[in-house]
């Protein structure tokens, strides 16, 4: 294959570069043999020359680190190709790509907003080609671990503090809607907390009299799932707000469960 062929004299062309110290021009070549190799569907040498290429930025330092961080990402990606499968491999790359985007920020060349930037596009590129090569598990990890990120983010920029809150929520409620054990514990605890307001304030009541714990877990089941209030009677203004507030966190919570079973079947 004549594409294949010129993607080899890049890189034998990059190898010379880099014996005689020319690491810039050597990364060049093999990138462009990365890039070749991969047309041609040959991933694992594509993979090679990218973590060759990203080598030679490395060694370069300062701001190289970033192309190198960059090519890094490229050769863990074709080394999960479904092809190859080399995970092993990927892990190695996907280790030195963070390193490098550390190294970025730690010598100066890019800002903590940058480095979380990189870091969530690096975390989506690698999921979605974990998620297409089967790897559900780690594809899971990794998107728990972007959305920290994401969330981290918004806590830097006073404009999106709203938004941090509502992420917090959203990952302590049900871990960004990979955790149906989770919200079910907190579903638990909110229809235990309304029941024993209802119960031992004597907010509602059933043909005049108080209700048993019981009765009153059923009657915050009841309105949870907005099927009406049936024969209870709210005794106060302070019974319907508290009511109202069931009803408001039970629709909250129904949508956190919508997200966990849409996450779970599009994966």
Same mark, same amino acid.
């Given at each position: 294959?004549?594409?294949?062929?010129?993607?080899?004299?890049?890189?034998?062309?990059?190898?010379?570069?880099?014996? *005689?110290?020319?690491?810039?021009?050597?990364?060049?070549?093999?990138?462009?043999?990365?890039?070749?190799?991969?047309?041609? @569907?040959?991933? *694992?040498?594509?993979?090679?020359?990218?973590?060759?290429?990203?080598?030679?930025?490395?060694?370069?330092?300062?701001?190289?680190?970033?192309?190198?961080?960059? *090519?890094?990402?490229?050769?863990?990606? *074709?080394?999960?190709?479904?092809?190859?499968?080399?995970?092993?491999?990927?892990?190695?790359?996907?280790?030195?790509?963070? =390193?490098?985007?550390?190294?970025?920020?730690?010598?100066?060349?890019?800002?903590?907003?940058?480095?979380?930037?990189?870091?969530?596009?690096?975390?989506?590129?690698?999921?979605?080609?974990?998620?297409?090569?089967?790897?559900?598990?780690?594809? =899971?990890?990794?998107?728990?671990?972007?959305?920290?990120?994401?969330? =981290?983010?918004?806590?830097?920029?006073?404009? @999106?503090?709203?938004?941090?809150?509502?992420?917090?929520?959203?990952?302590?409620?049900?871990?960004?809607?990979?955790?149906?054990?989770?919200?079910?514990?907190?579903?638990?605890?909110?229809?235990?907390?309304?029941?024993?307001?209802?119960?031992?304030?004597?907010?509602?009541?059933?043909?005049?009299?108080?209700?048993?714990?019981?009765?009153?877990?059923?009657?915050?089941?009841?309105?949870?799932?907005?099927?009406?209030?049936?024969?209870?009677?709210?005794?106060?203004?302070?019974?319907?707000?508290?009511?109202?507030?069931?009803?408001?966190?039970?629709?909250?919570?129904?949508?956190?469960?919508?997200?966990?079973?849409?996450?779970?079947?599009?994966?």
């Amino acid at each position: 294959n004549q594409v294949f062929a010129s993607a080899l004299n890049q890189v034998k062309c990059a190898e010379l570069y880099a014996e *005689h110290q020319d690491l810039l021009n050597a990364g060049r070549y093999f990138a462009r043999a990365g890039s070749a190799f991969a047309t041609v @569907n040959a991933f *694992h040498e594509s993979a090679k020359a990218y973590e060759k290429c990203g080598d030679m930025f490395a060694a370069l330092k300062g701001e190289f680190f970033v192309e190198a961080a960059k *090519h890094y990402k490229f050769a863990a990606m *074709h080394y999960i190709n479904p092809k190859e499968k080399e995970f092993v491999n990927y892990i190695s790359m996907f280790e030195k790509t963070l =390193k490098s985007y550390e190294e970025a920020k730690a010598t100066g060349n890019i800002n903590e907003r940058s480095y979380i930037l990189y870091i969530t596009n690096l975390y989506s590129d690698v999921q979605e080609t974990l998620n297409r090569n089967g790897y559900y598990k780690e594809e =899971k990890e990794l998107y728990v671990e972007k959305m920290d990120y994401i969330r =981290k983010g918004y806590r830097l920029d006073k404009k @999106n503090f709203g938004k941090y809150i509502g992420m917090s929520i959203w990952k302590y409620s049900c871990i960004y809607g990979e955790s149906a054990v989770l919200w079910s514990f907190w579903i638990f605890m909110q229809l235990l907390f309304f029941s024993y307001l209802f119960r031992s304030f004597g907010l509602v009541v059933k043909e005049g009299m108080i209700l048993s714990f019981g009765e009153s877990m059923f009657f915050s089941i009841d309105i949870f799932a907005t099927l009406g209030f049936g024969n209870y009677e709210l005794v106060s203004g302070v019974a319907r707000f508290v009511a109202a507030m069931d009803v408001i966190s039970g629709y909250f919570m129904m949508a956190m469960l919508i997200t966990i079973f849409t996450r779970k079947l599009t994966r």
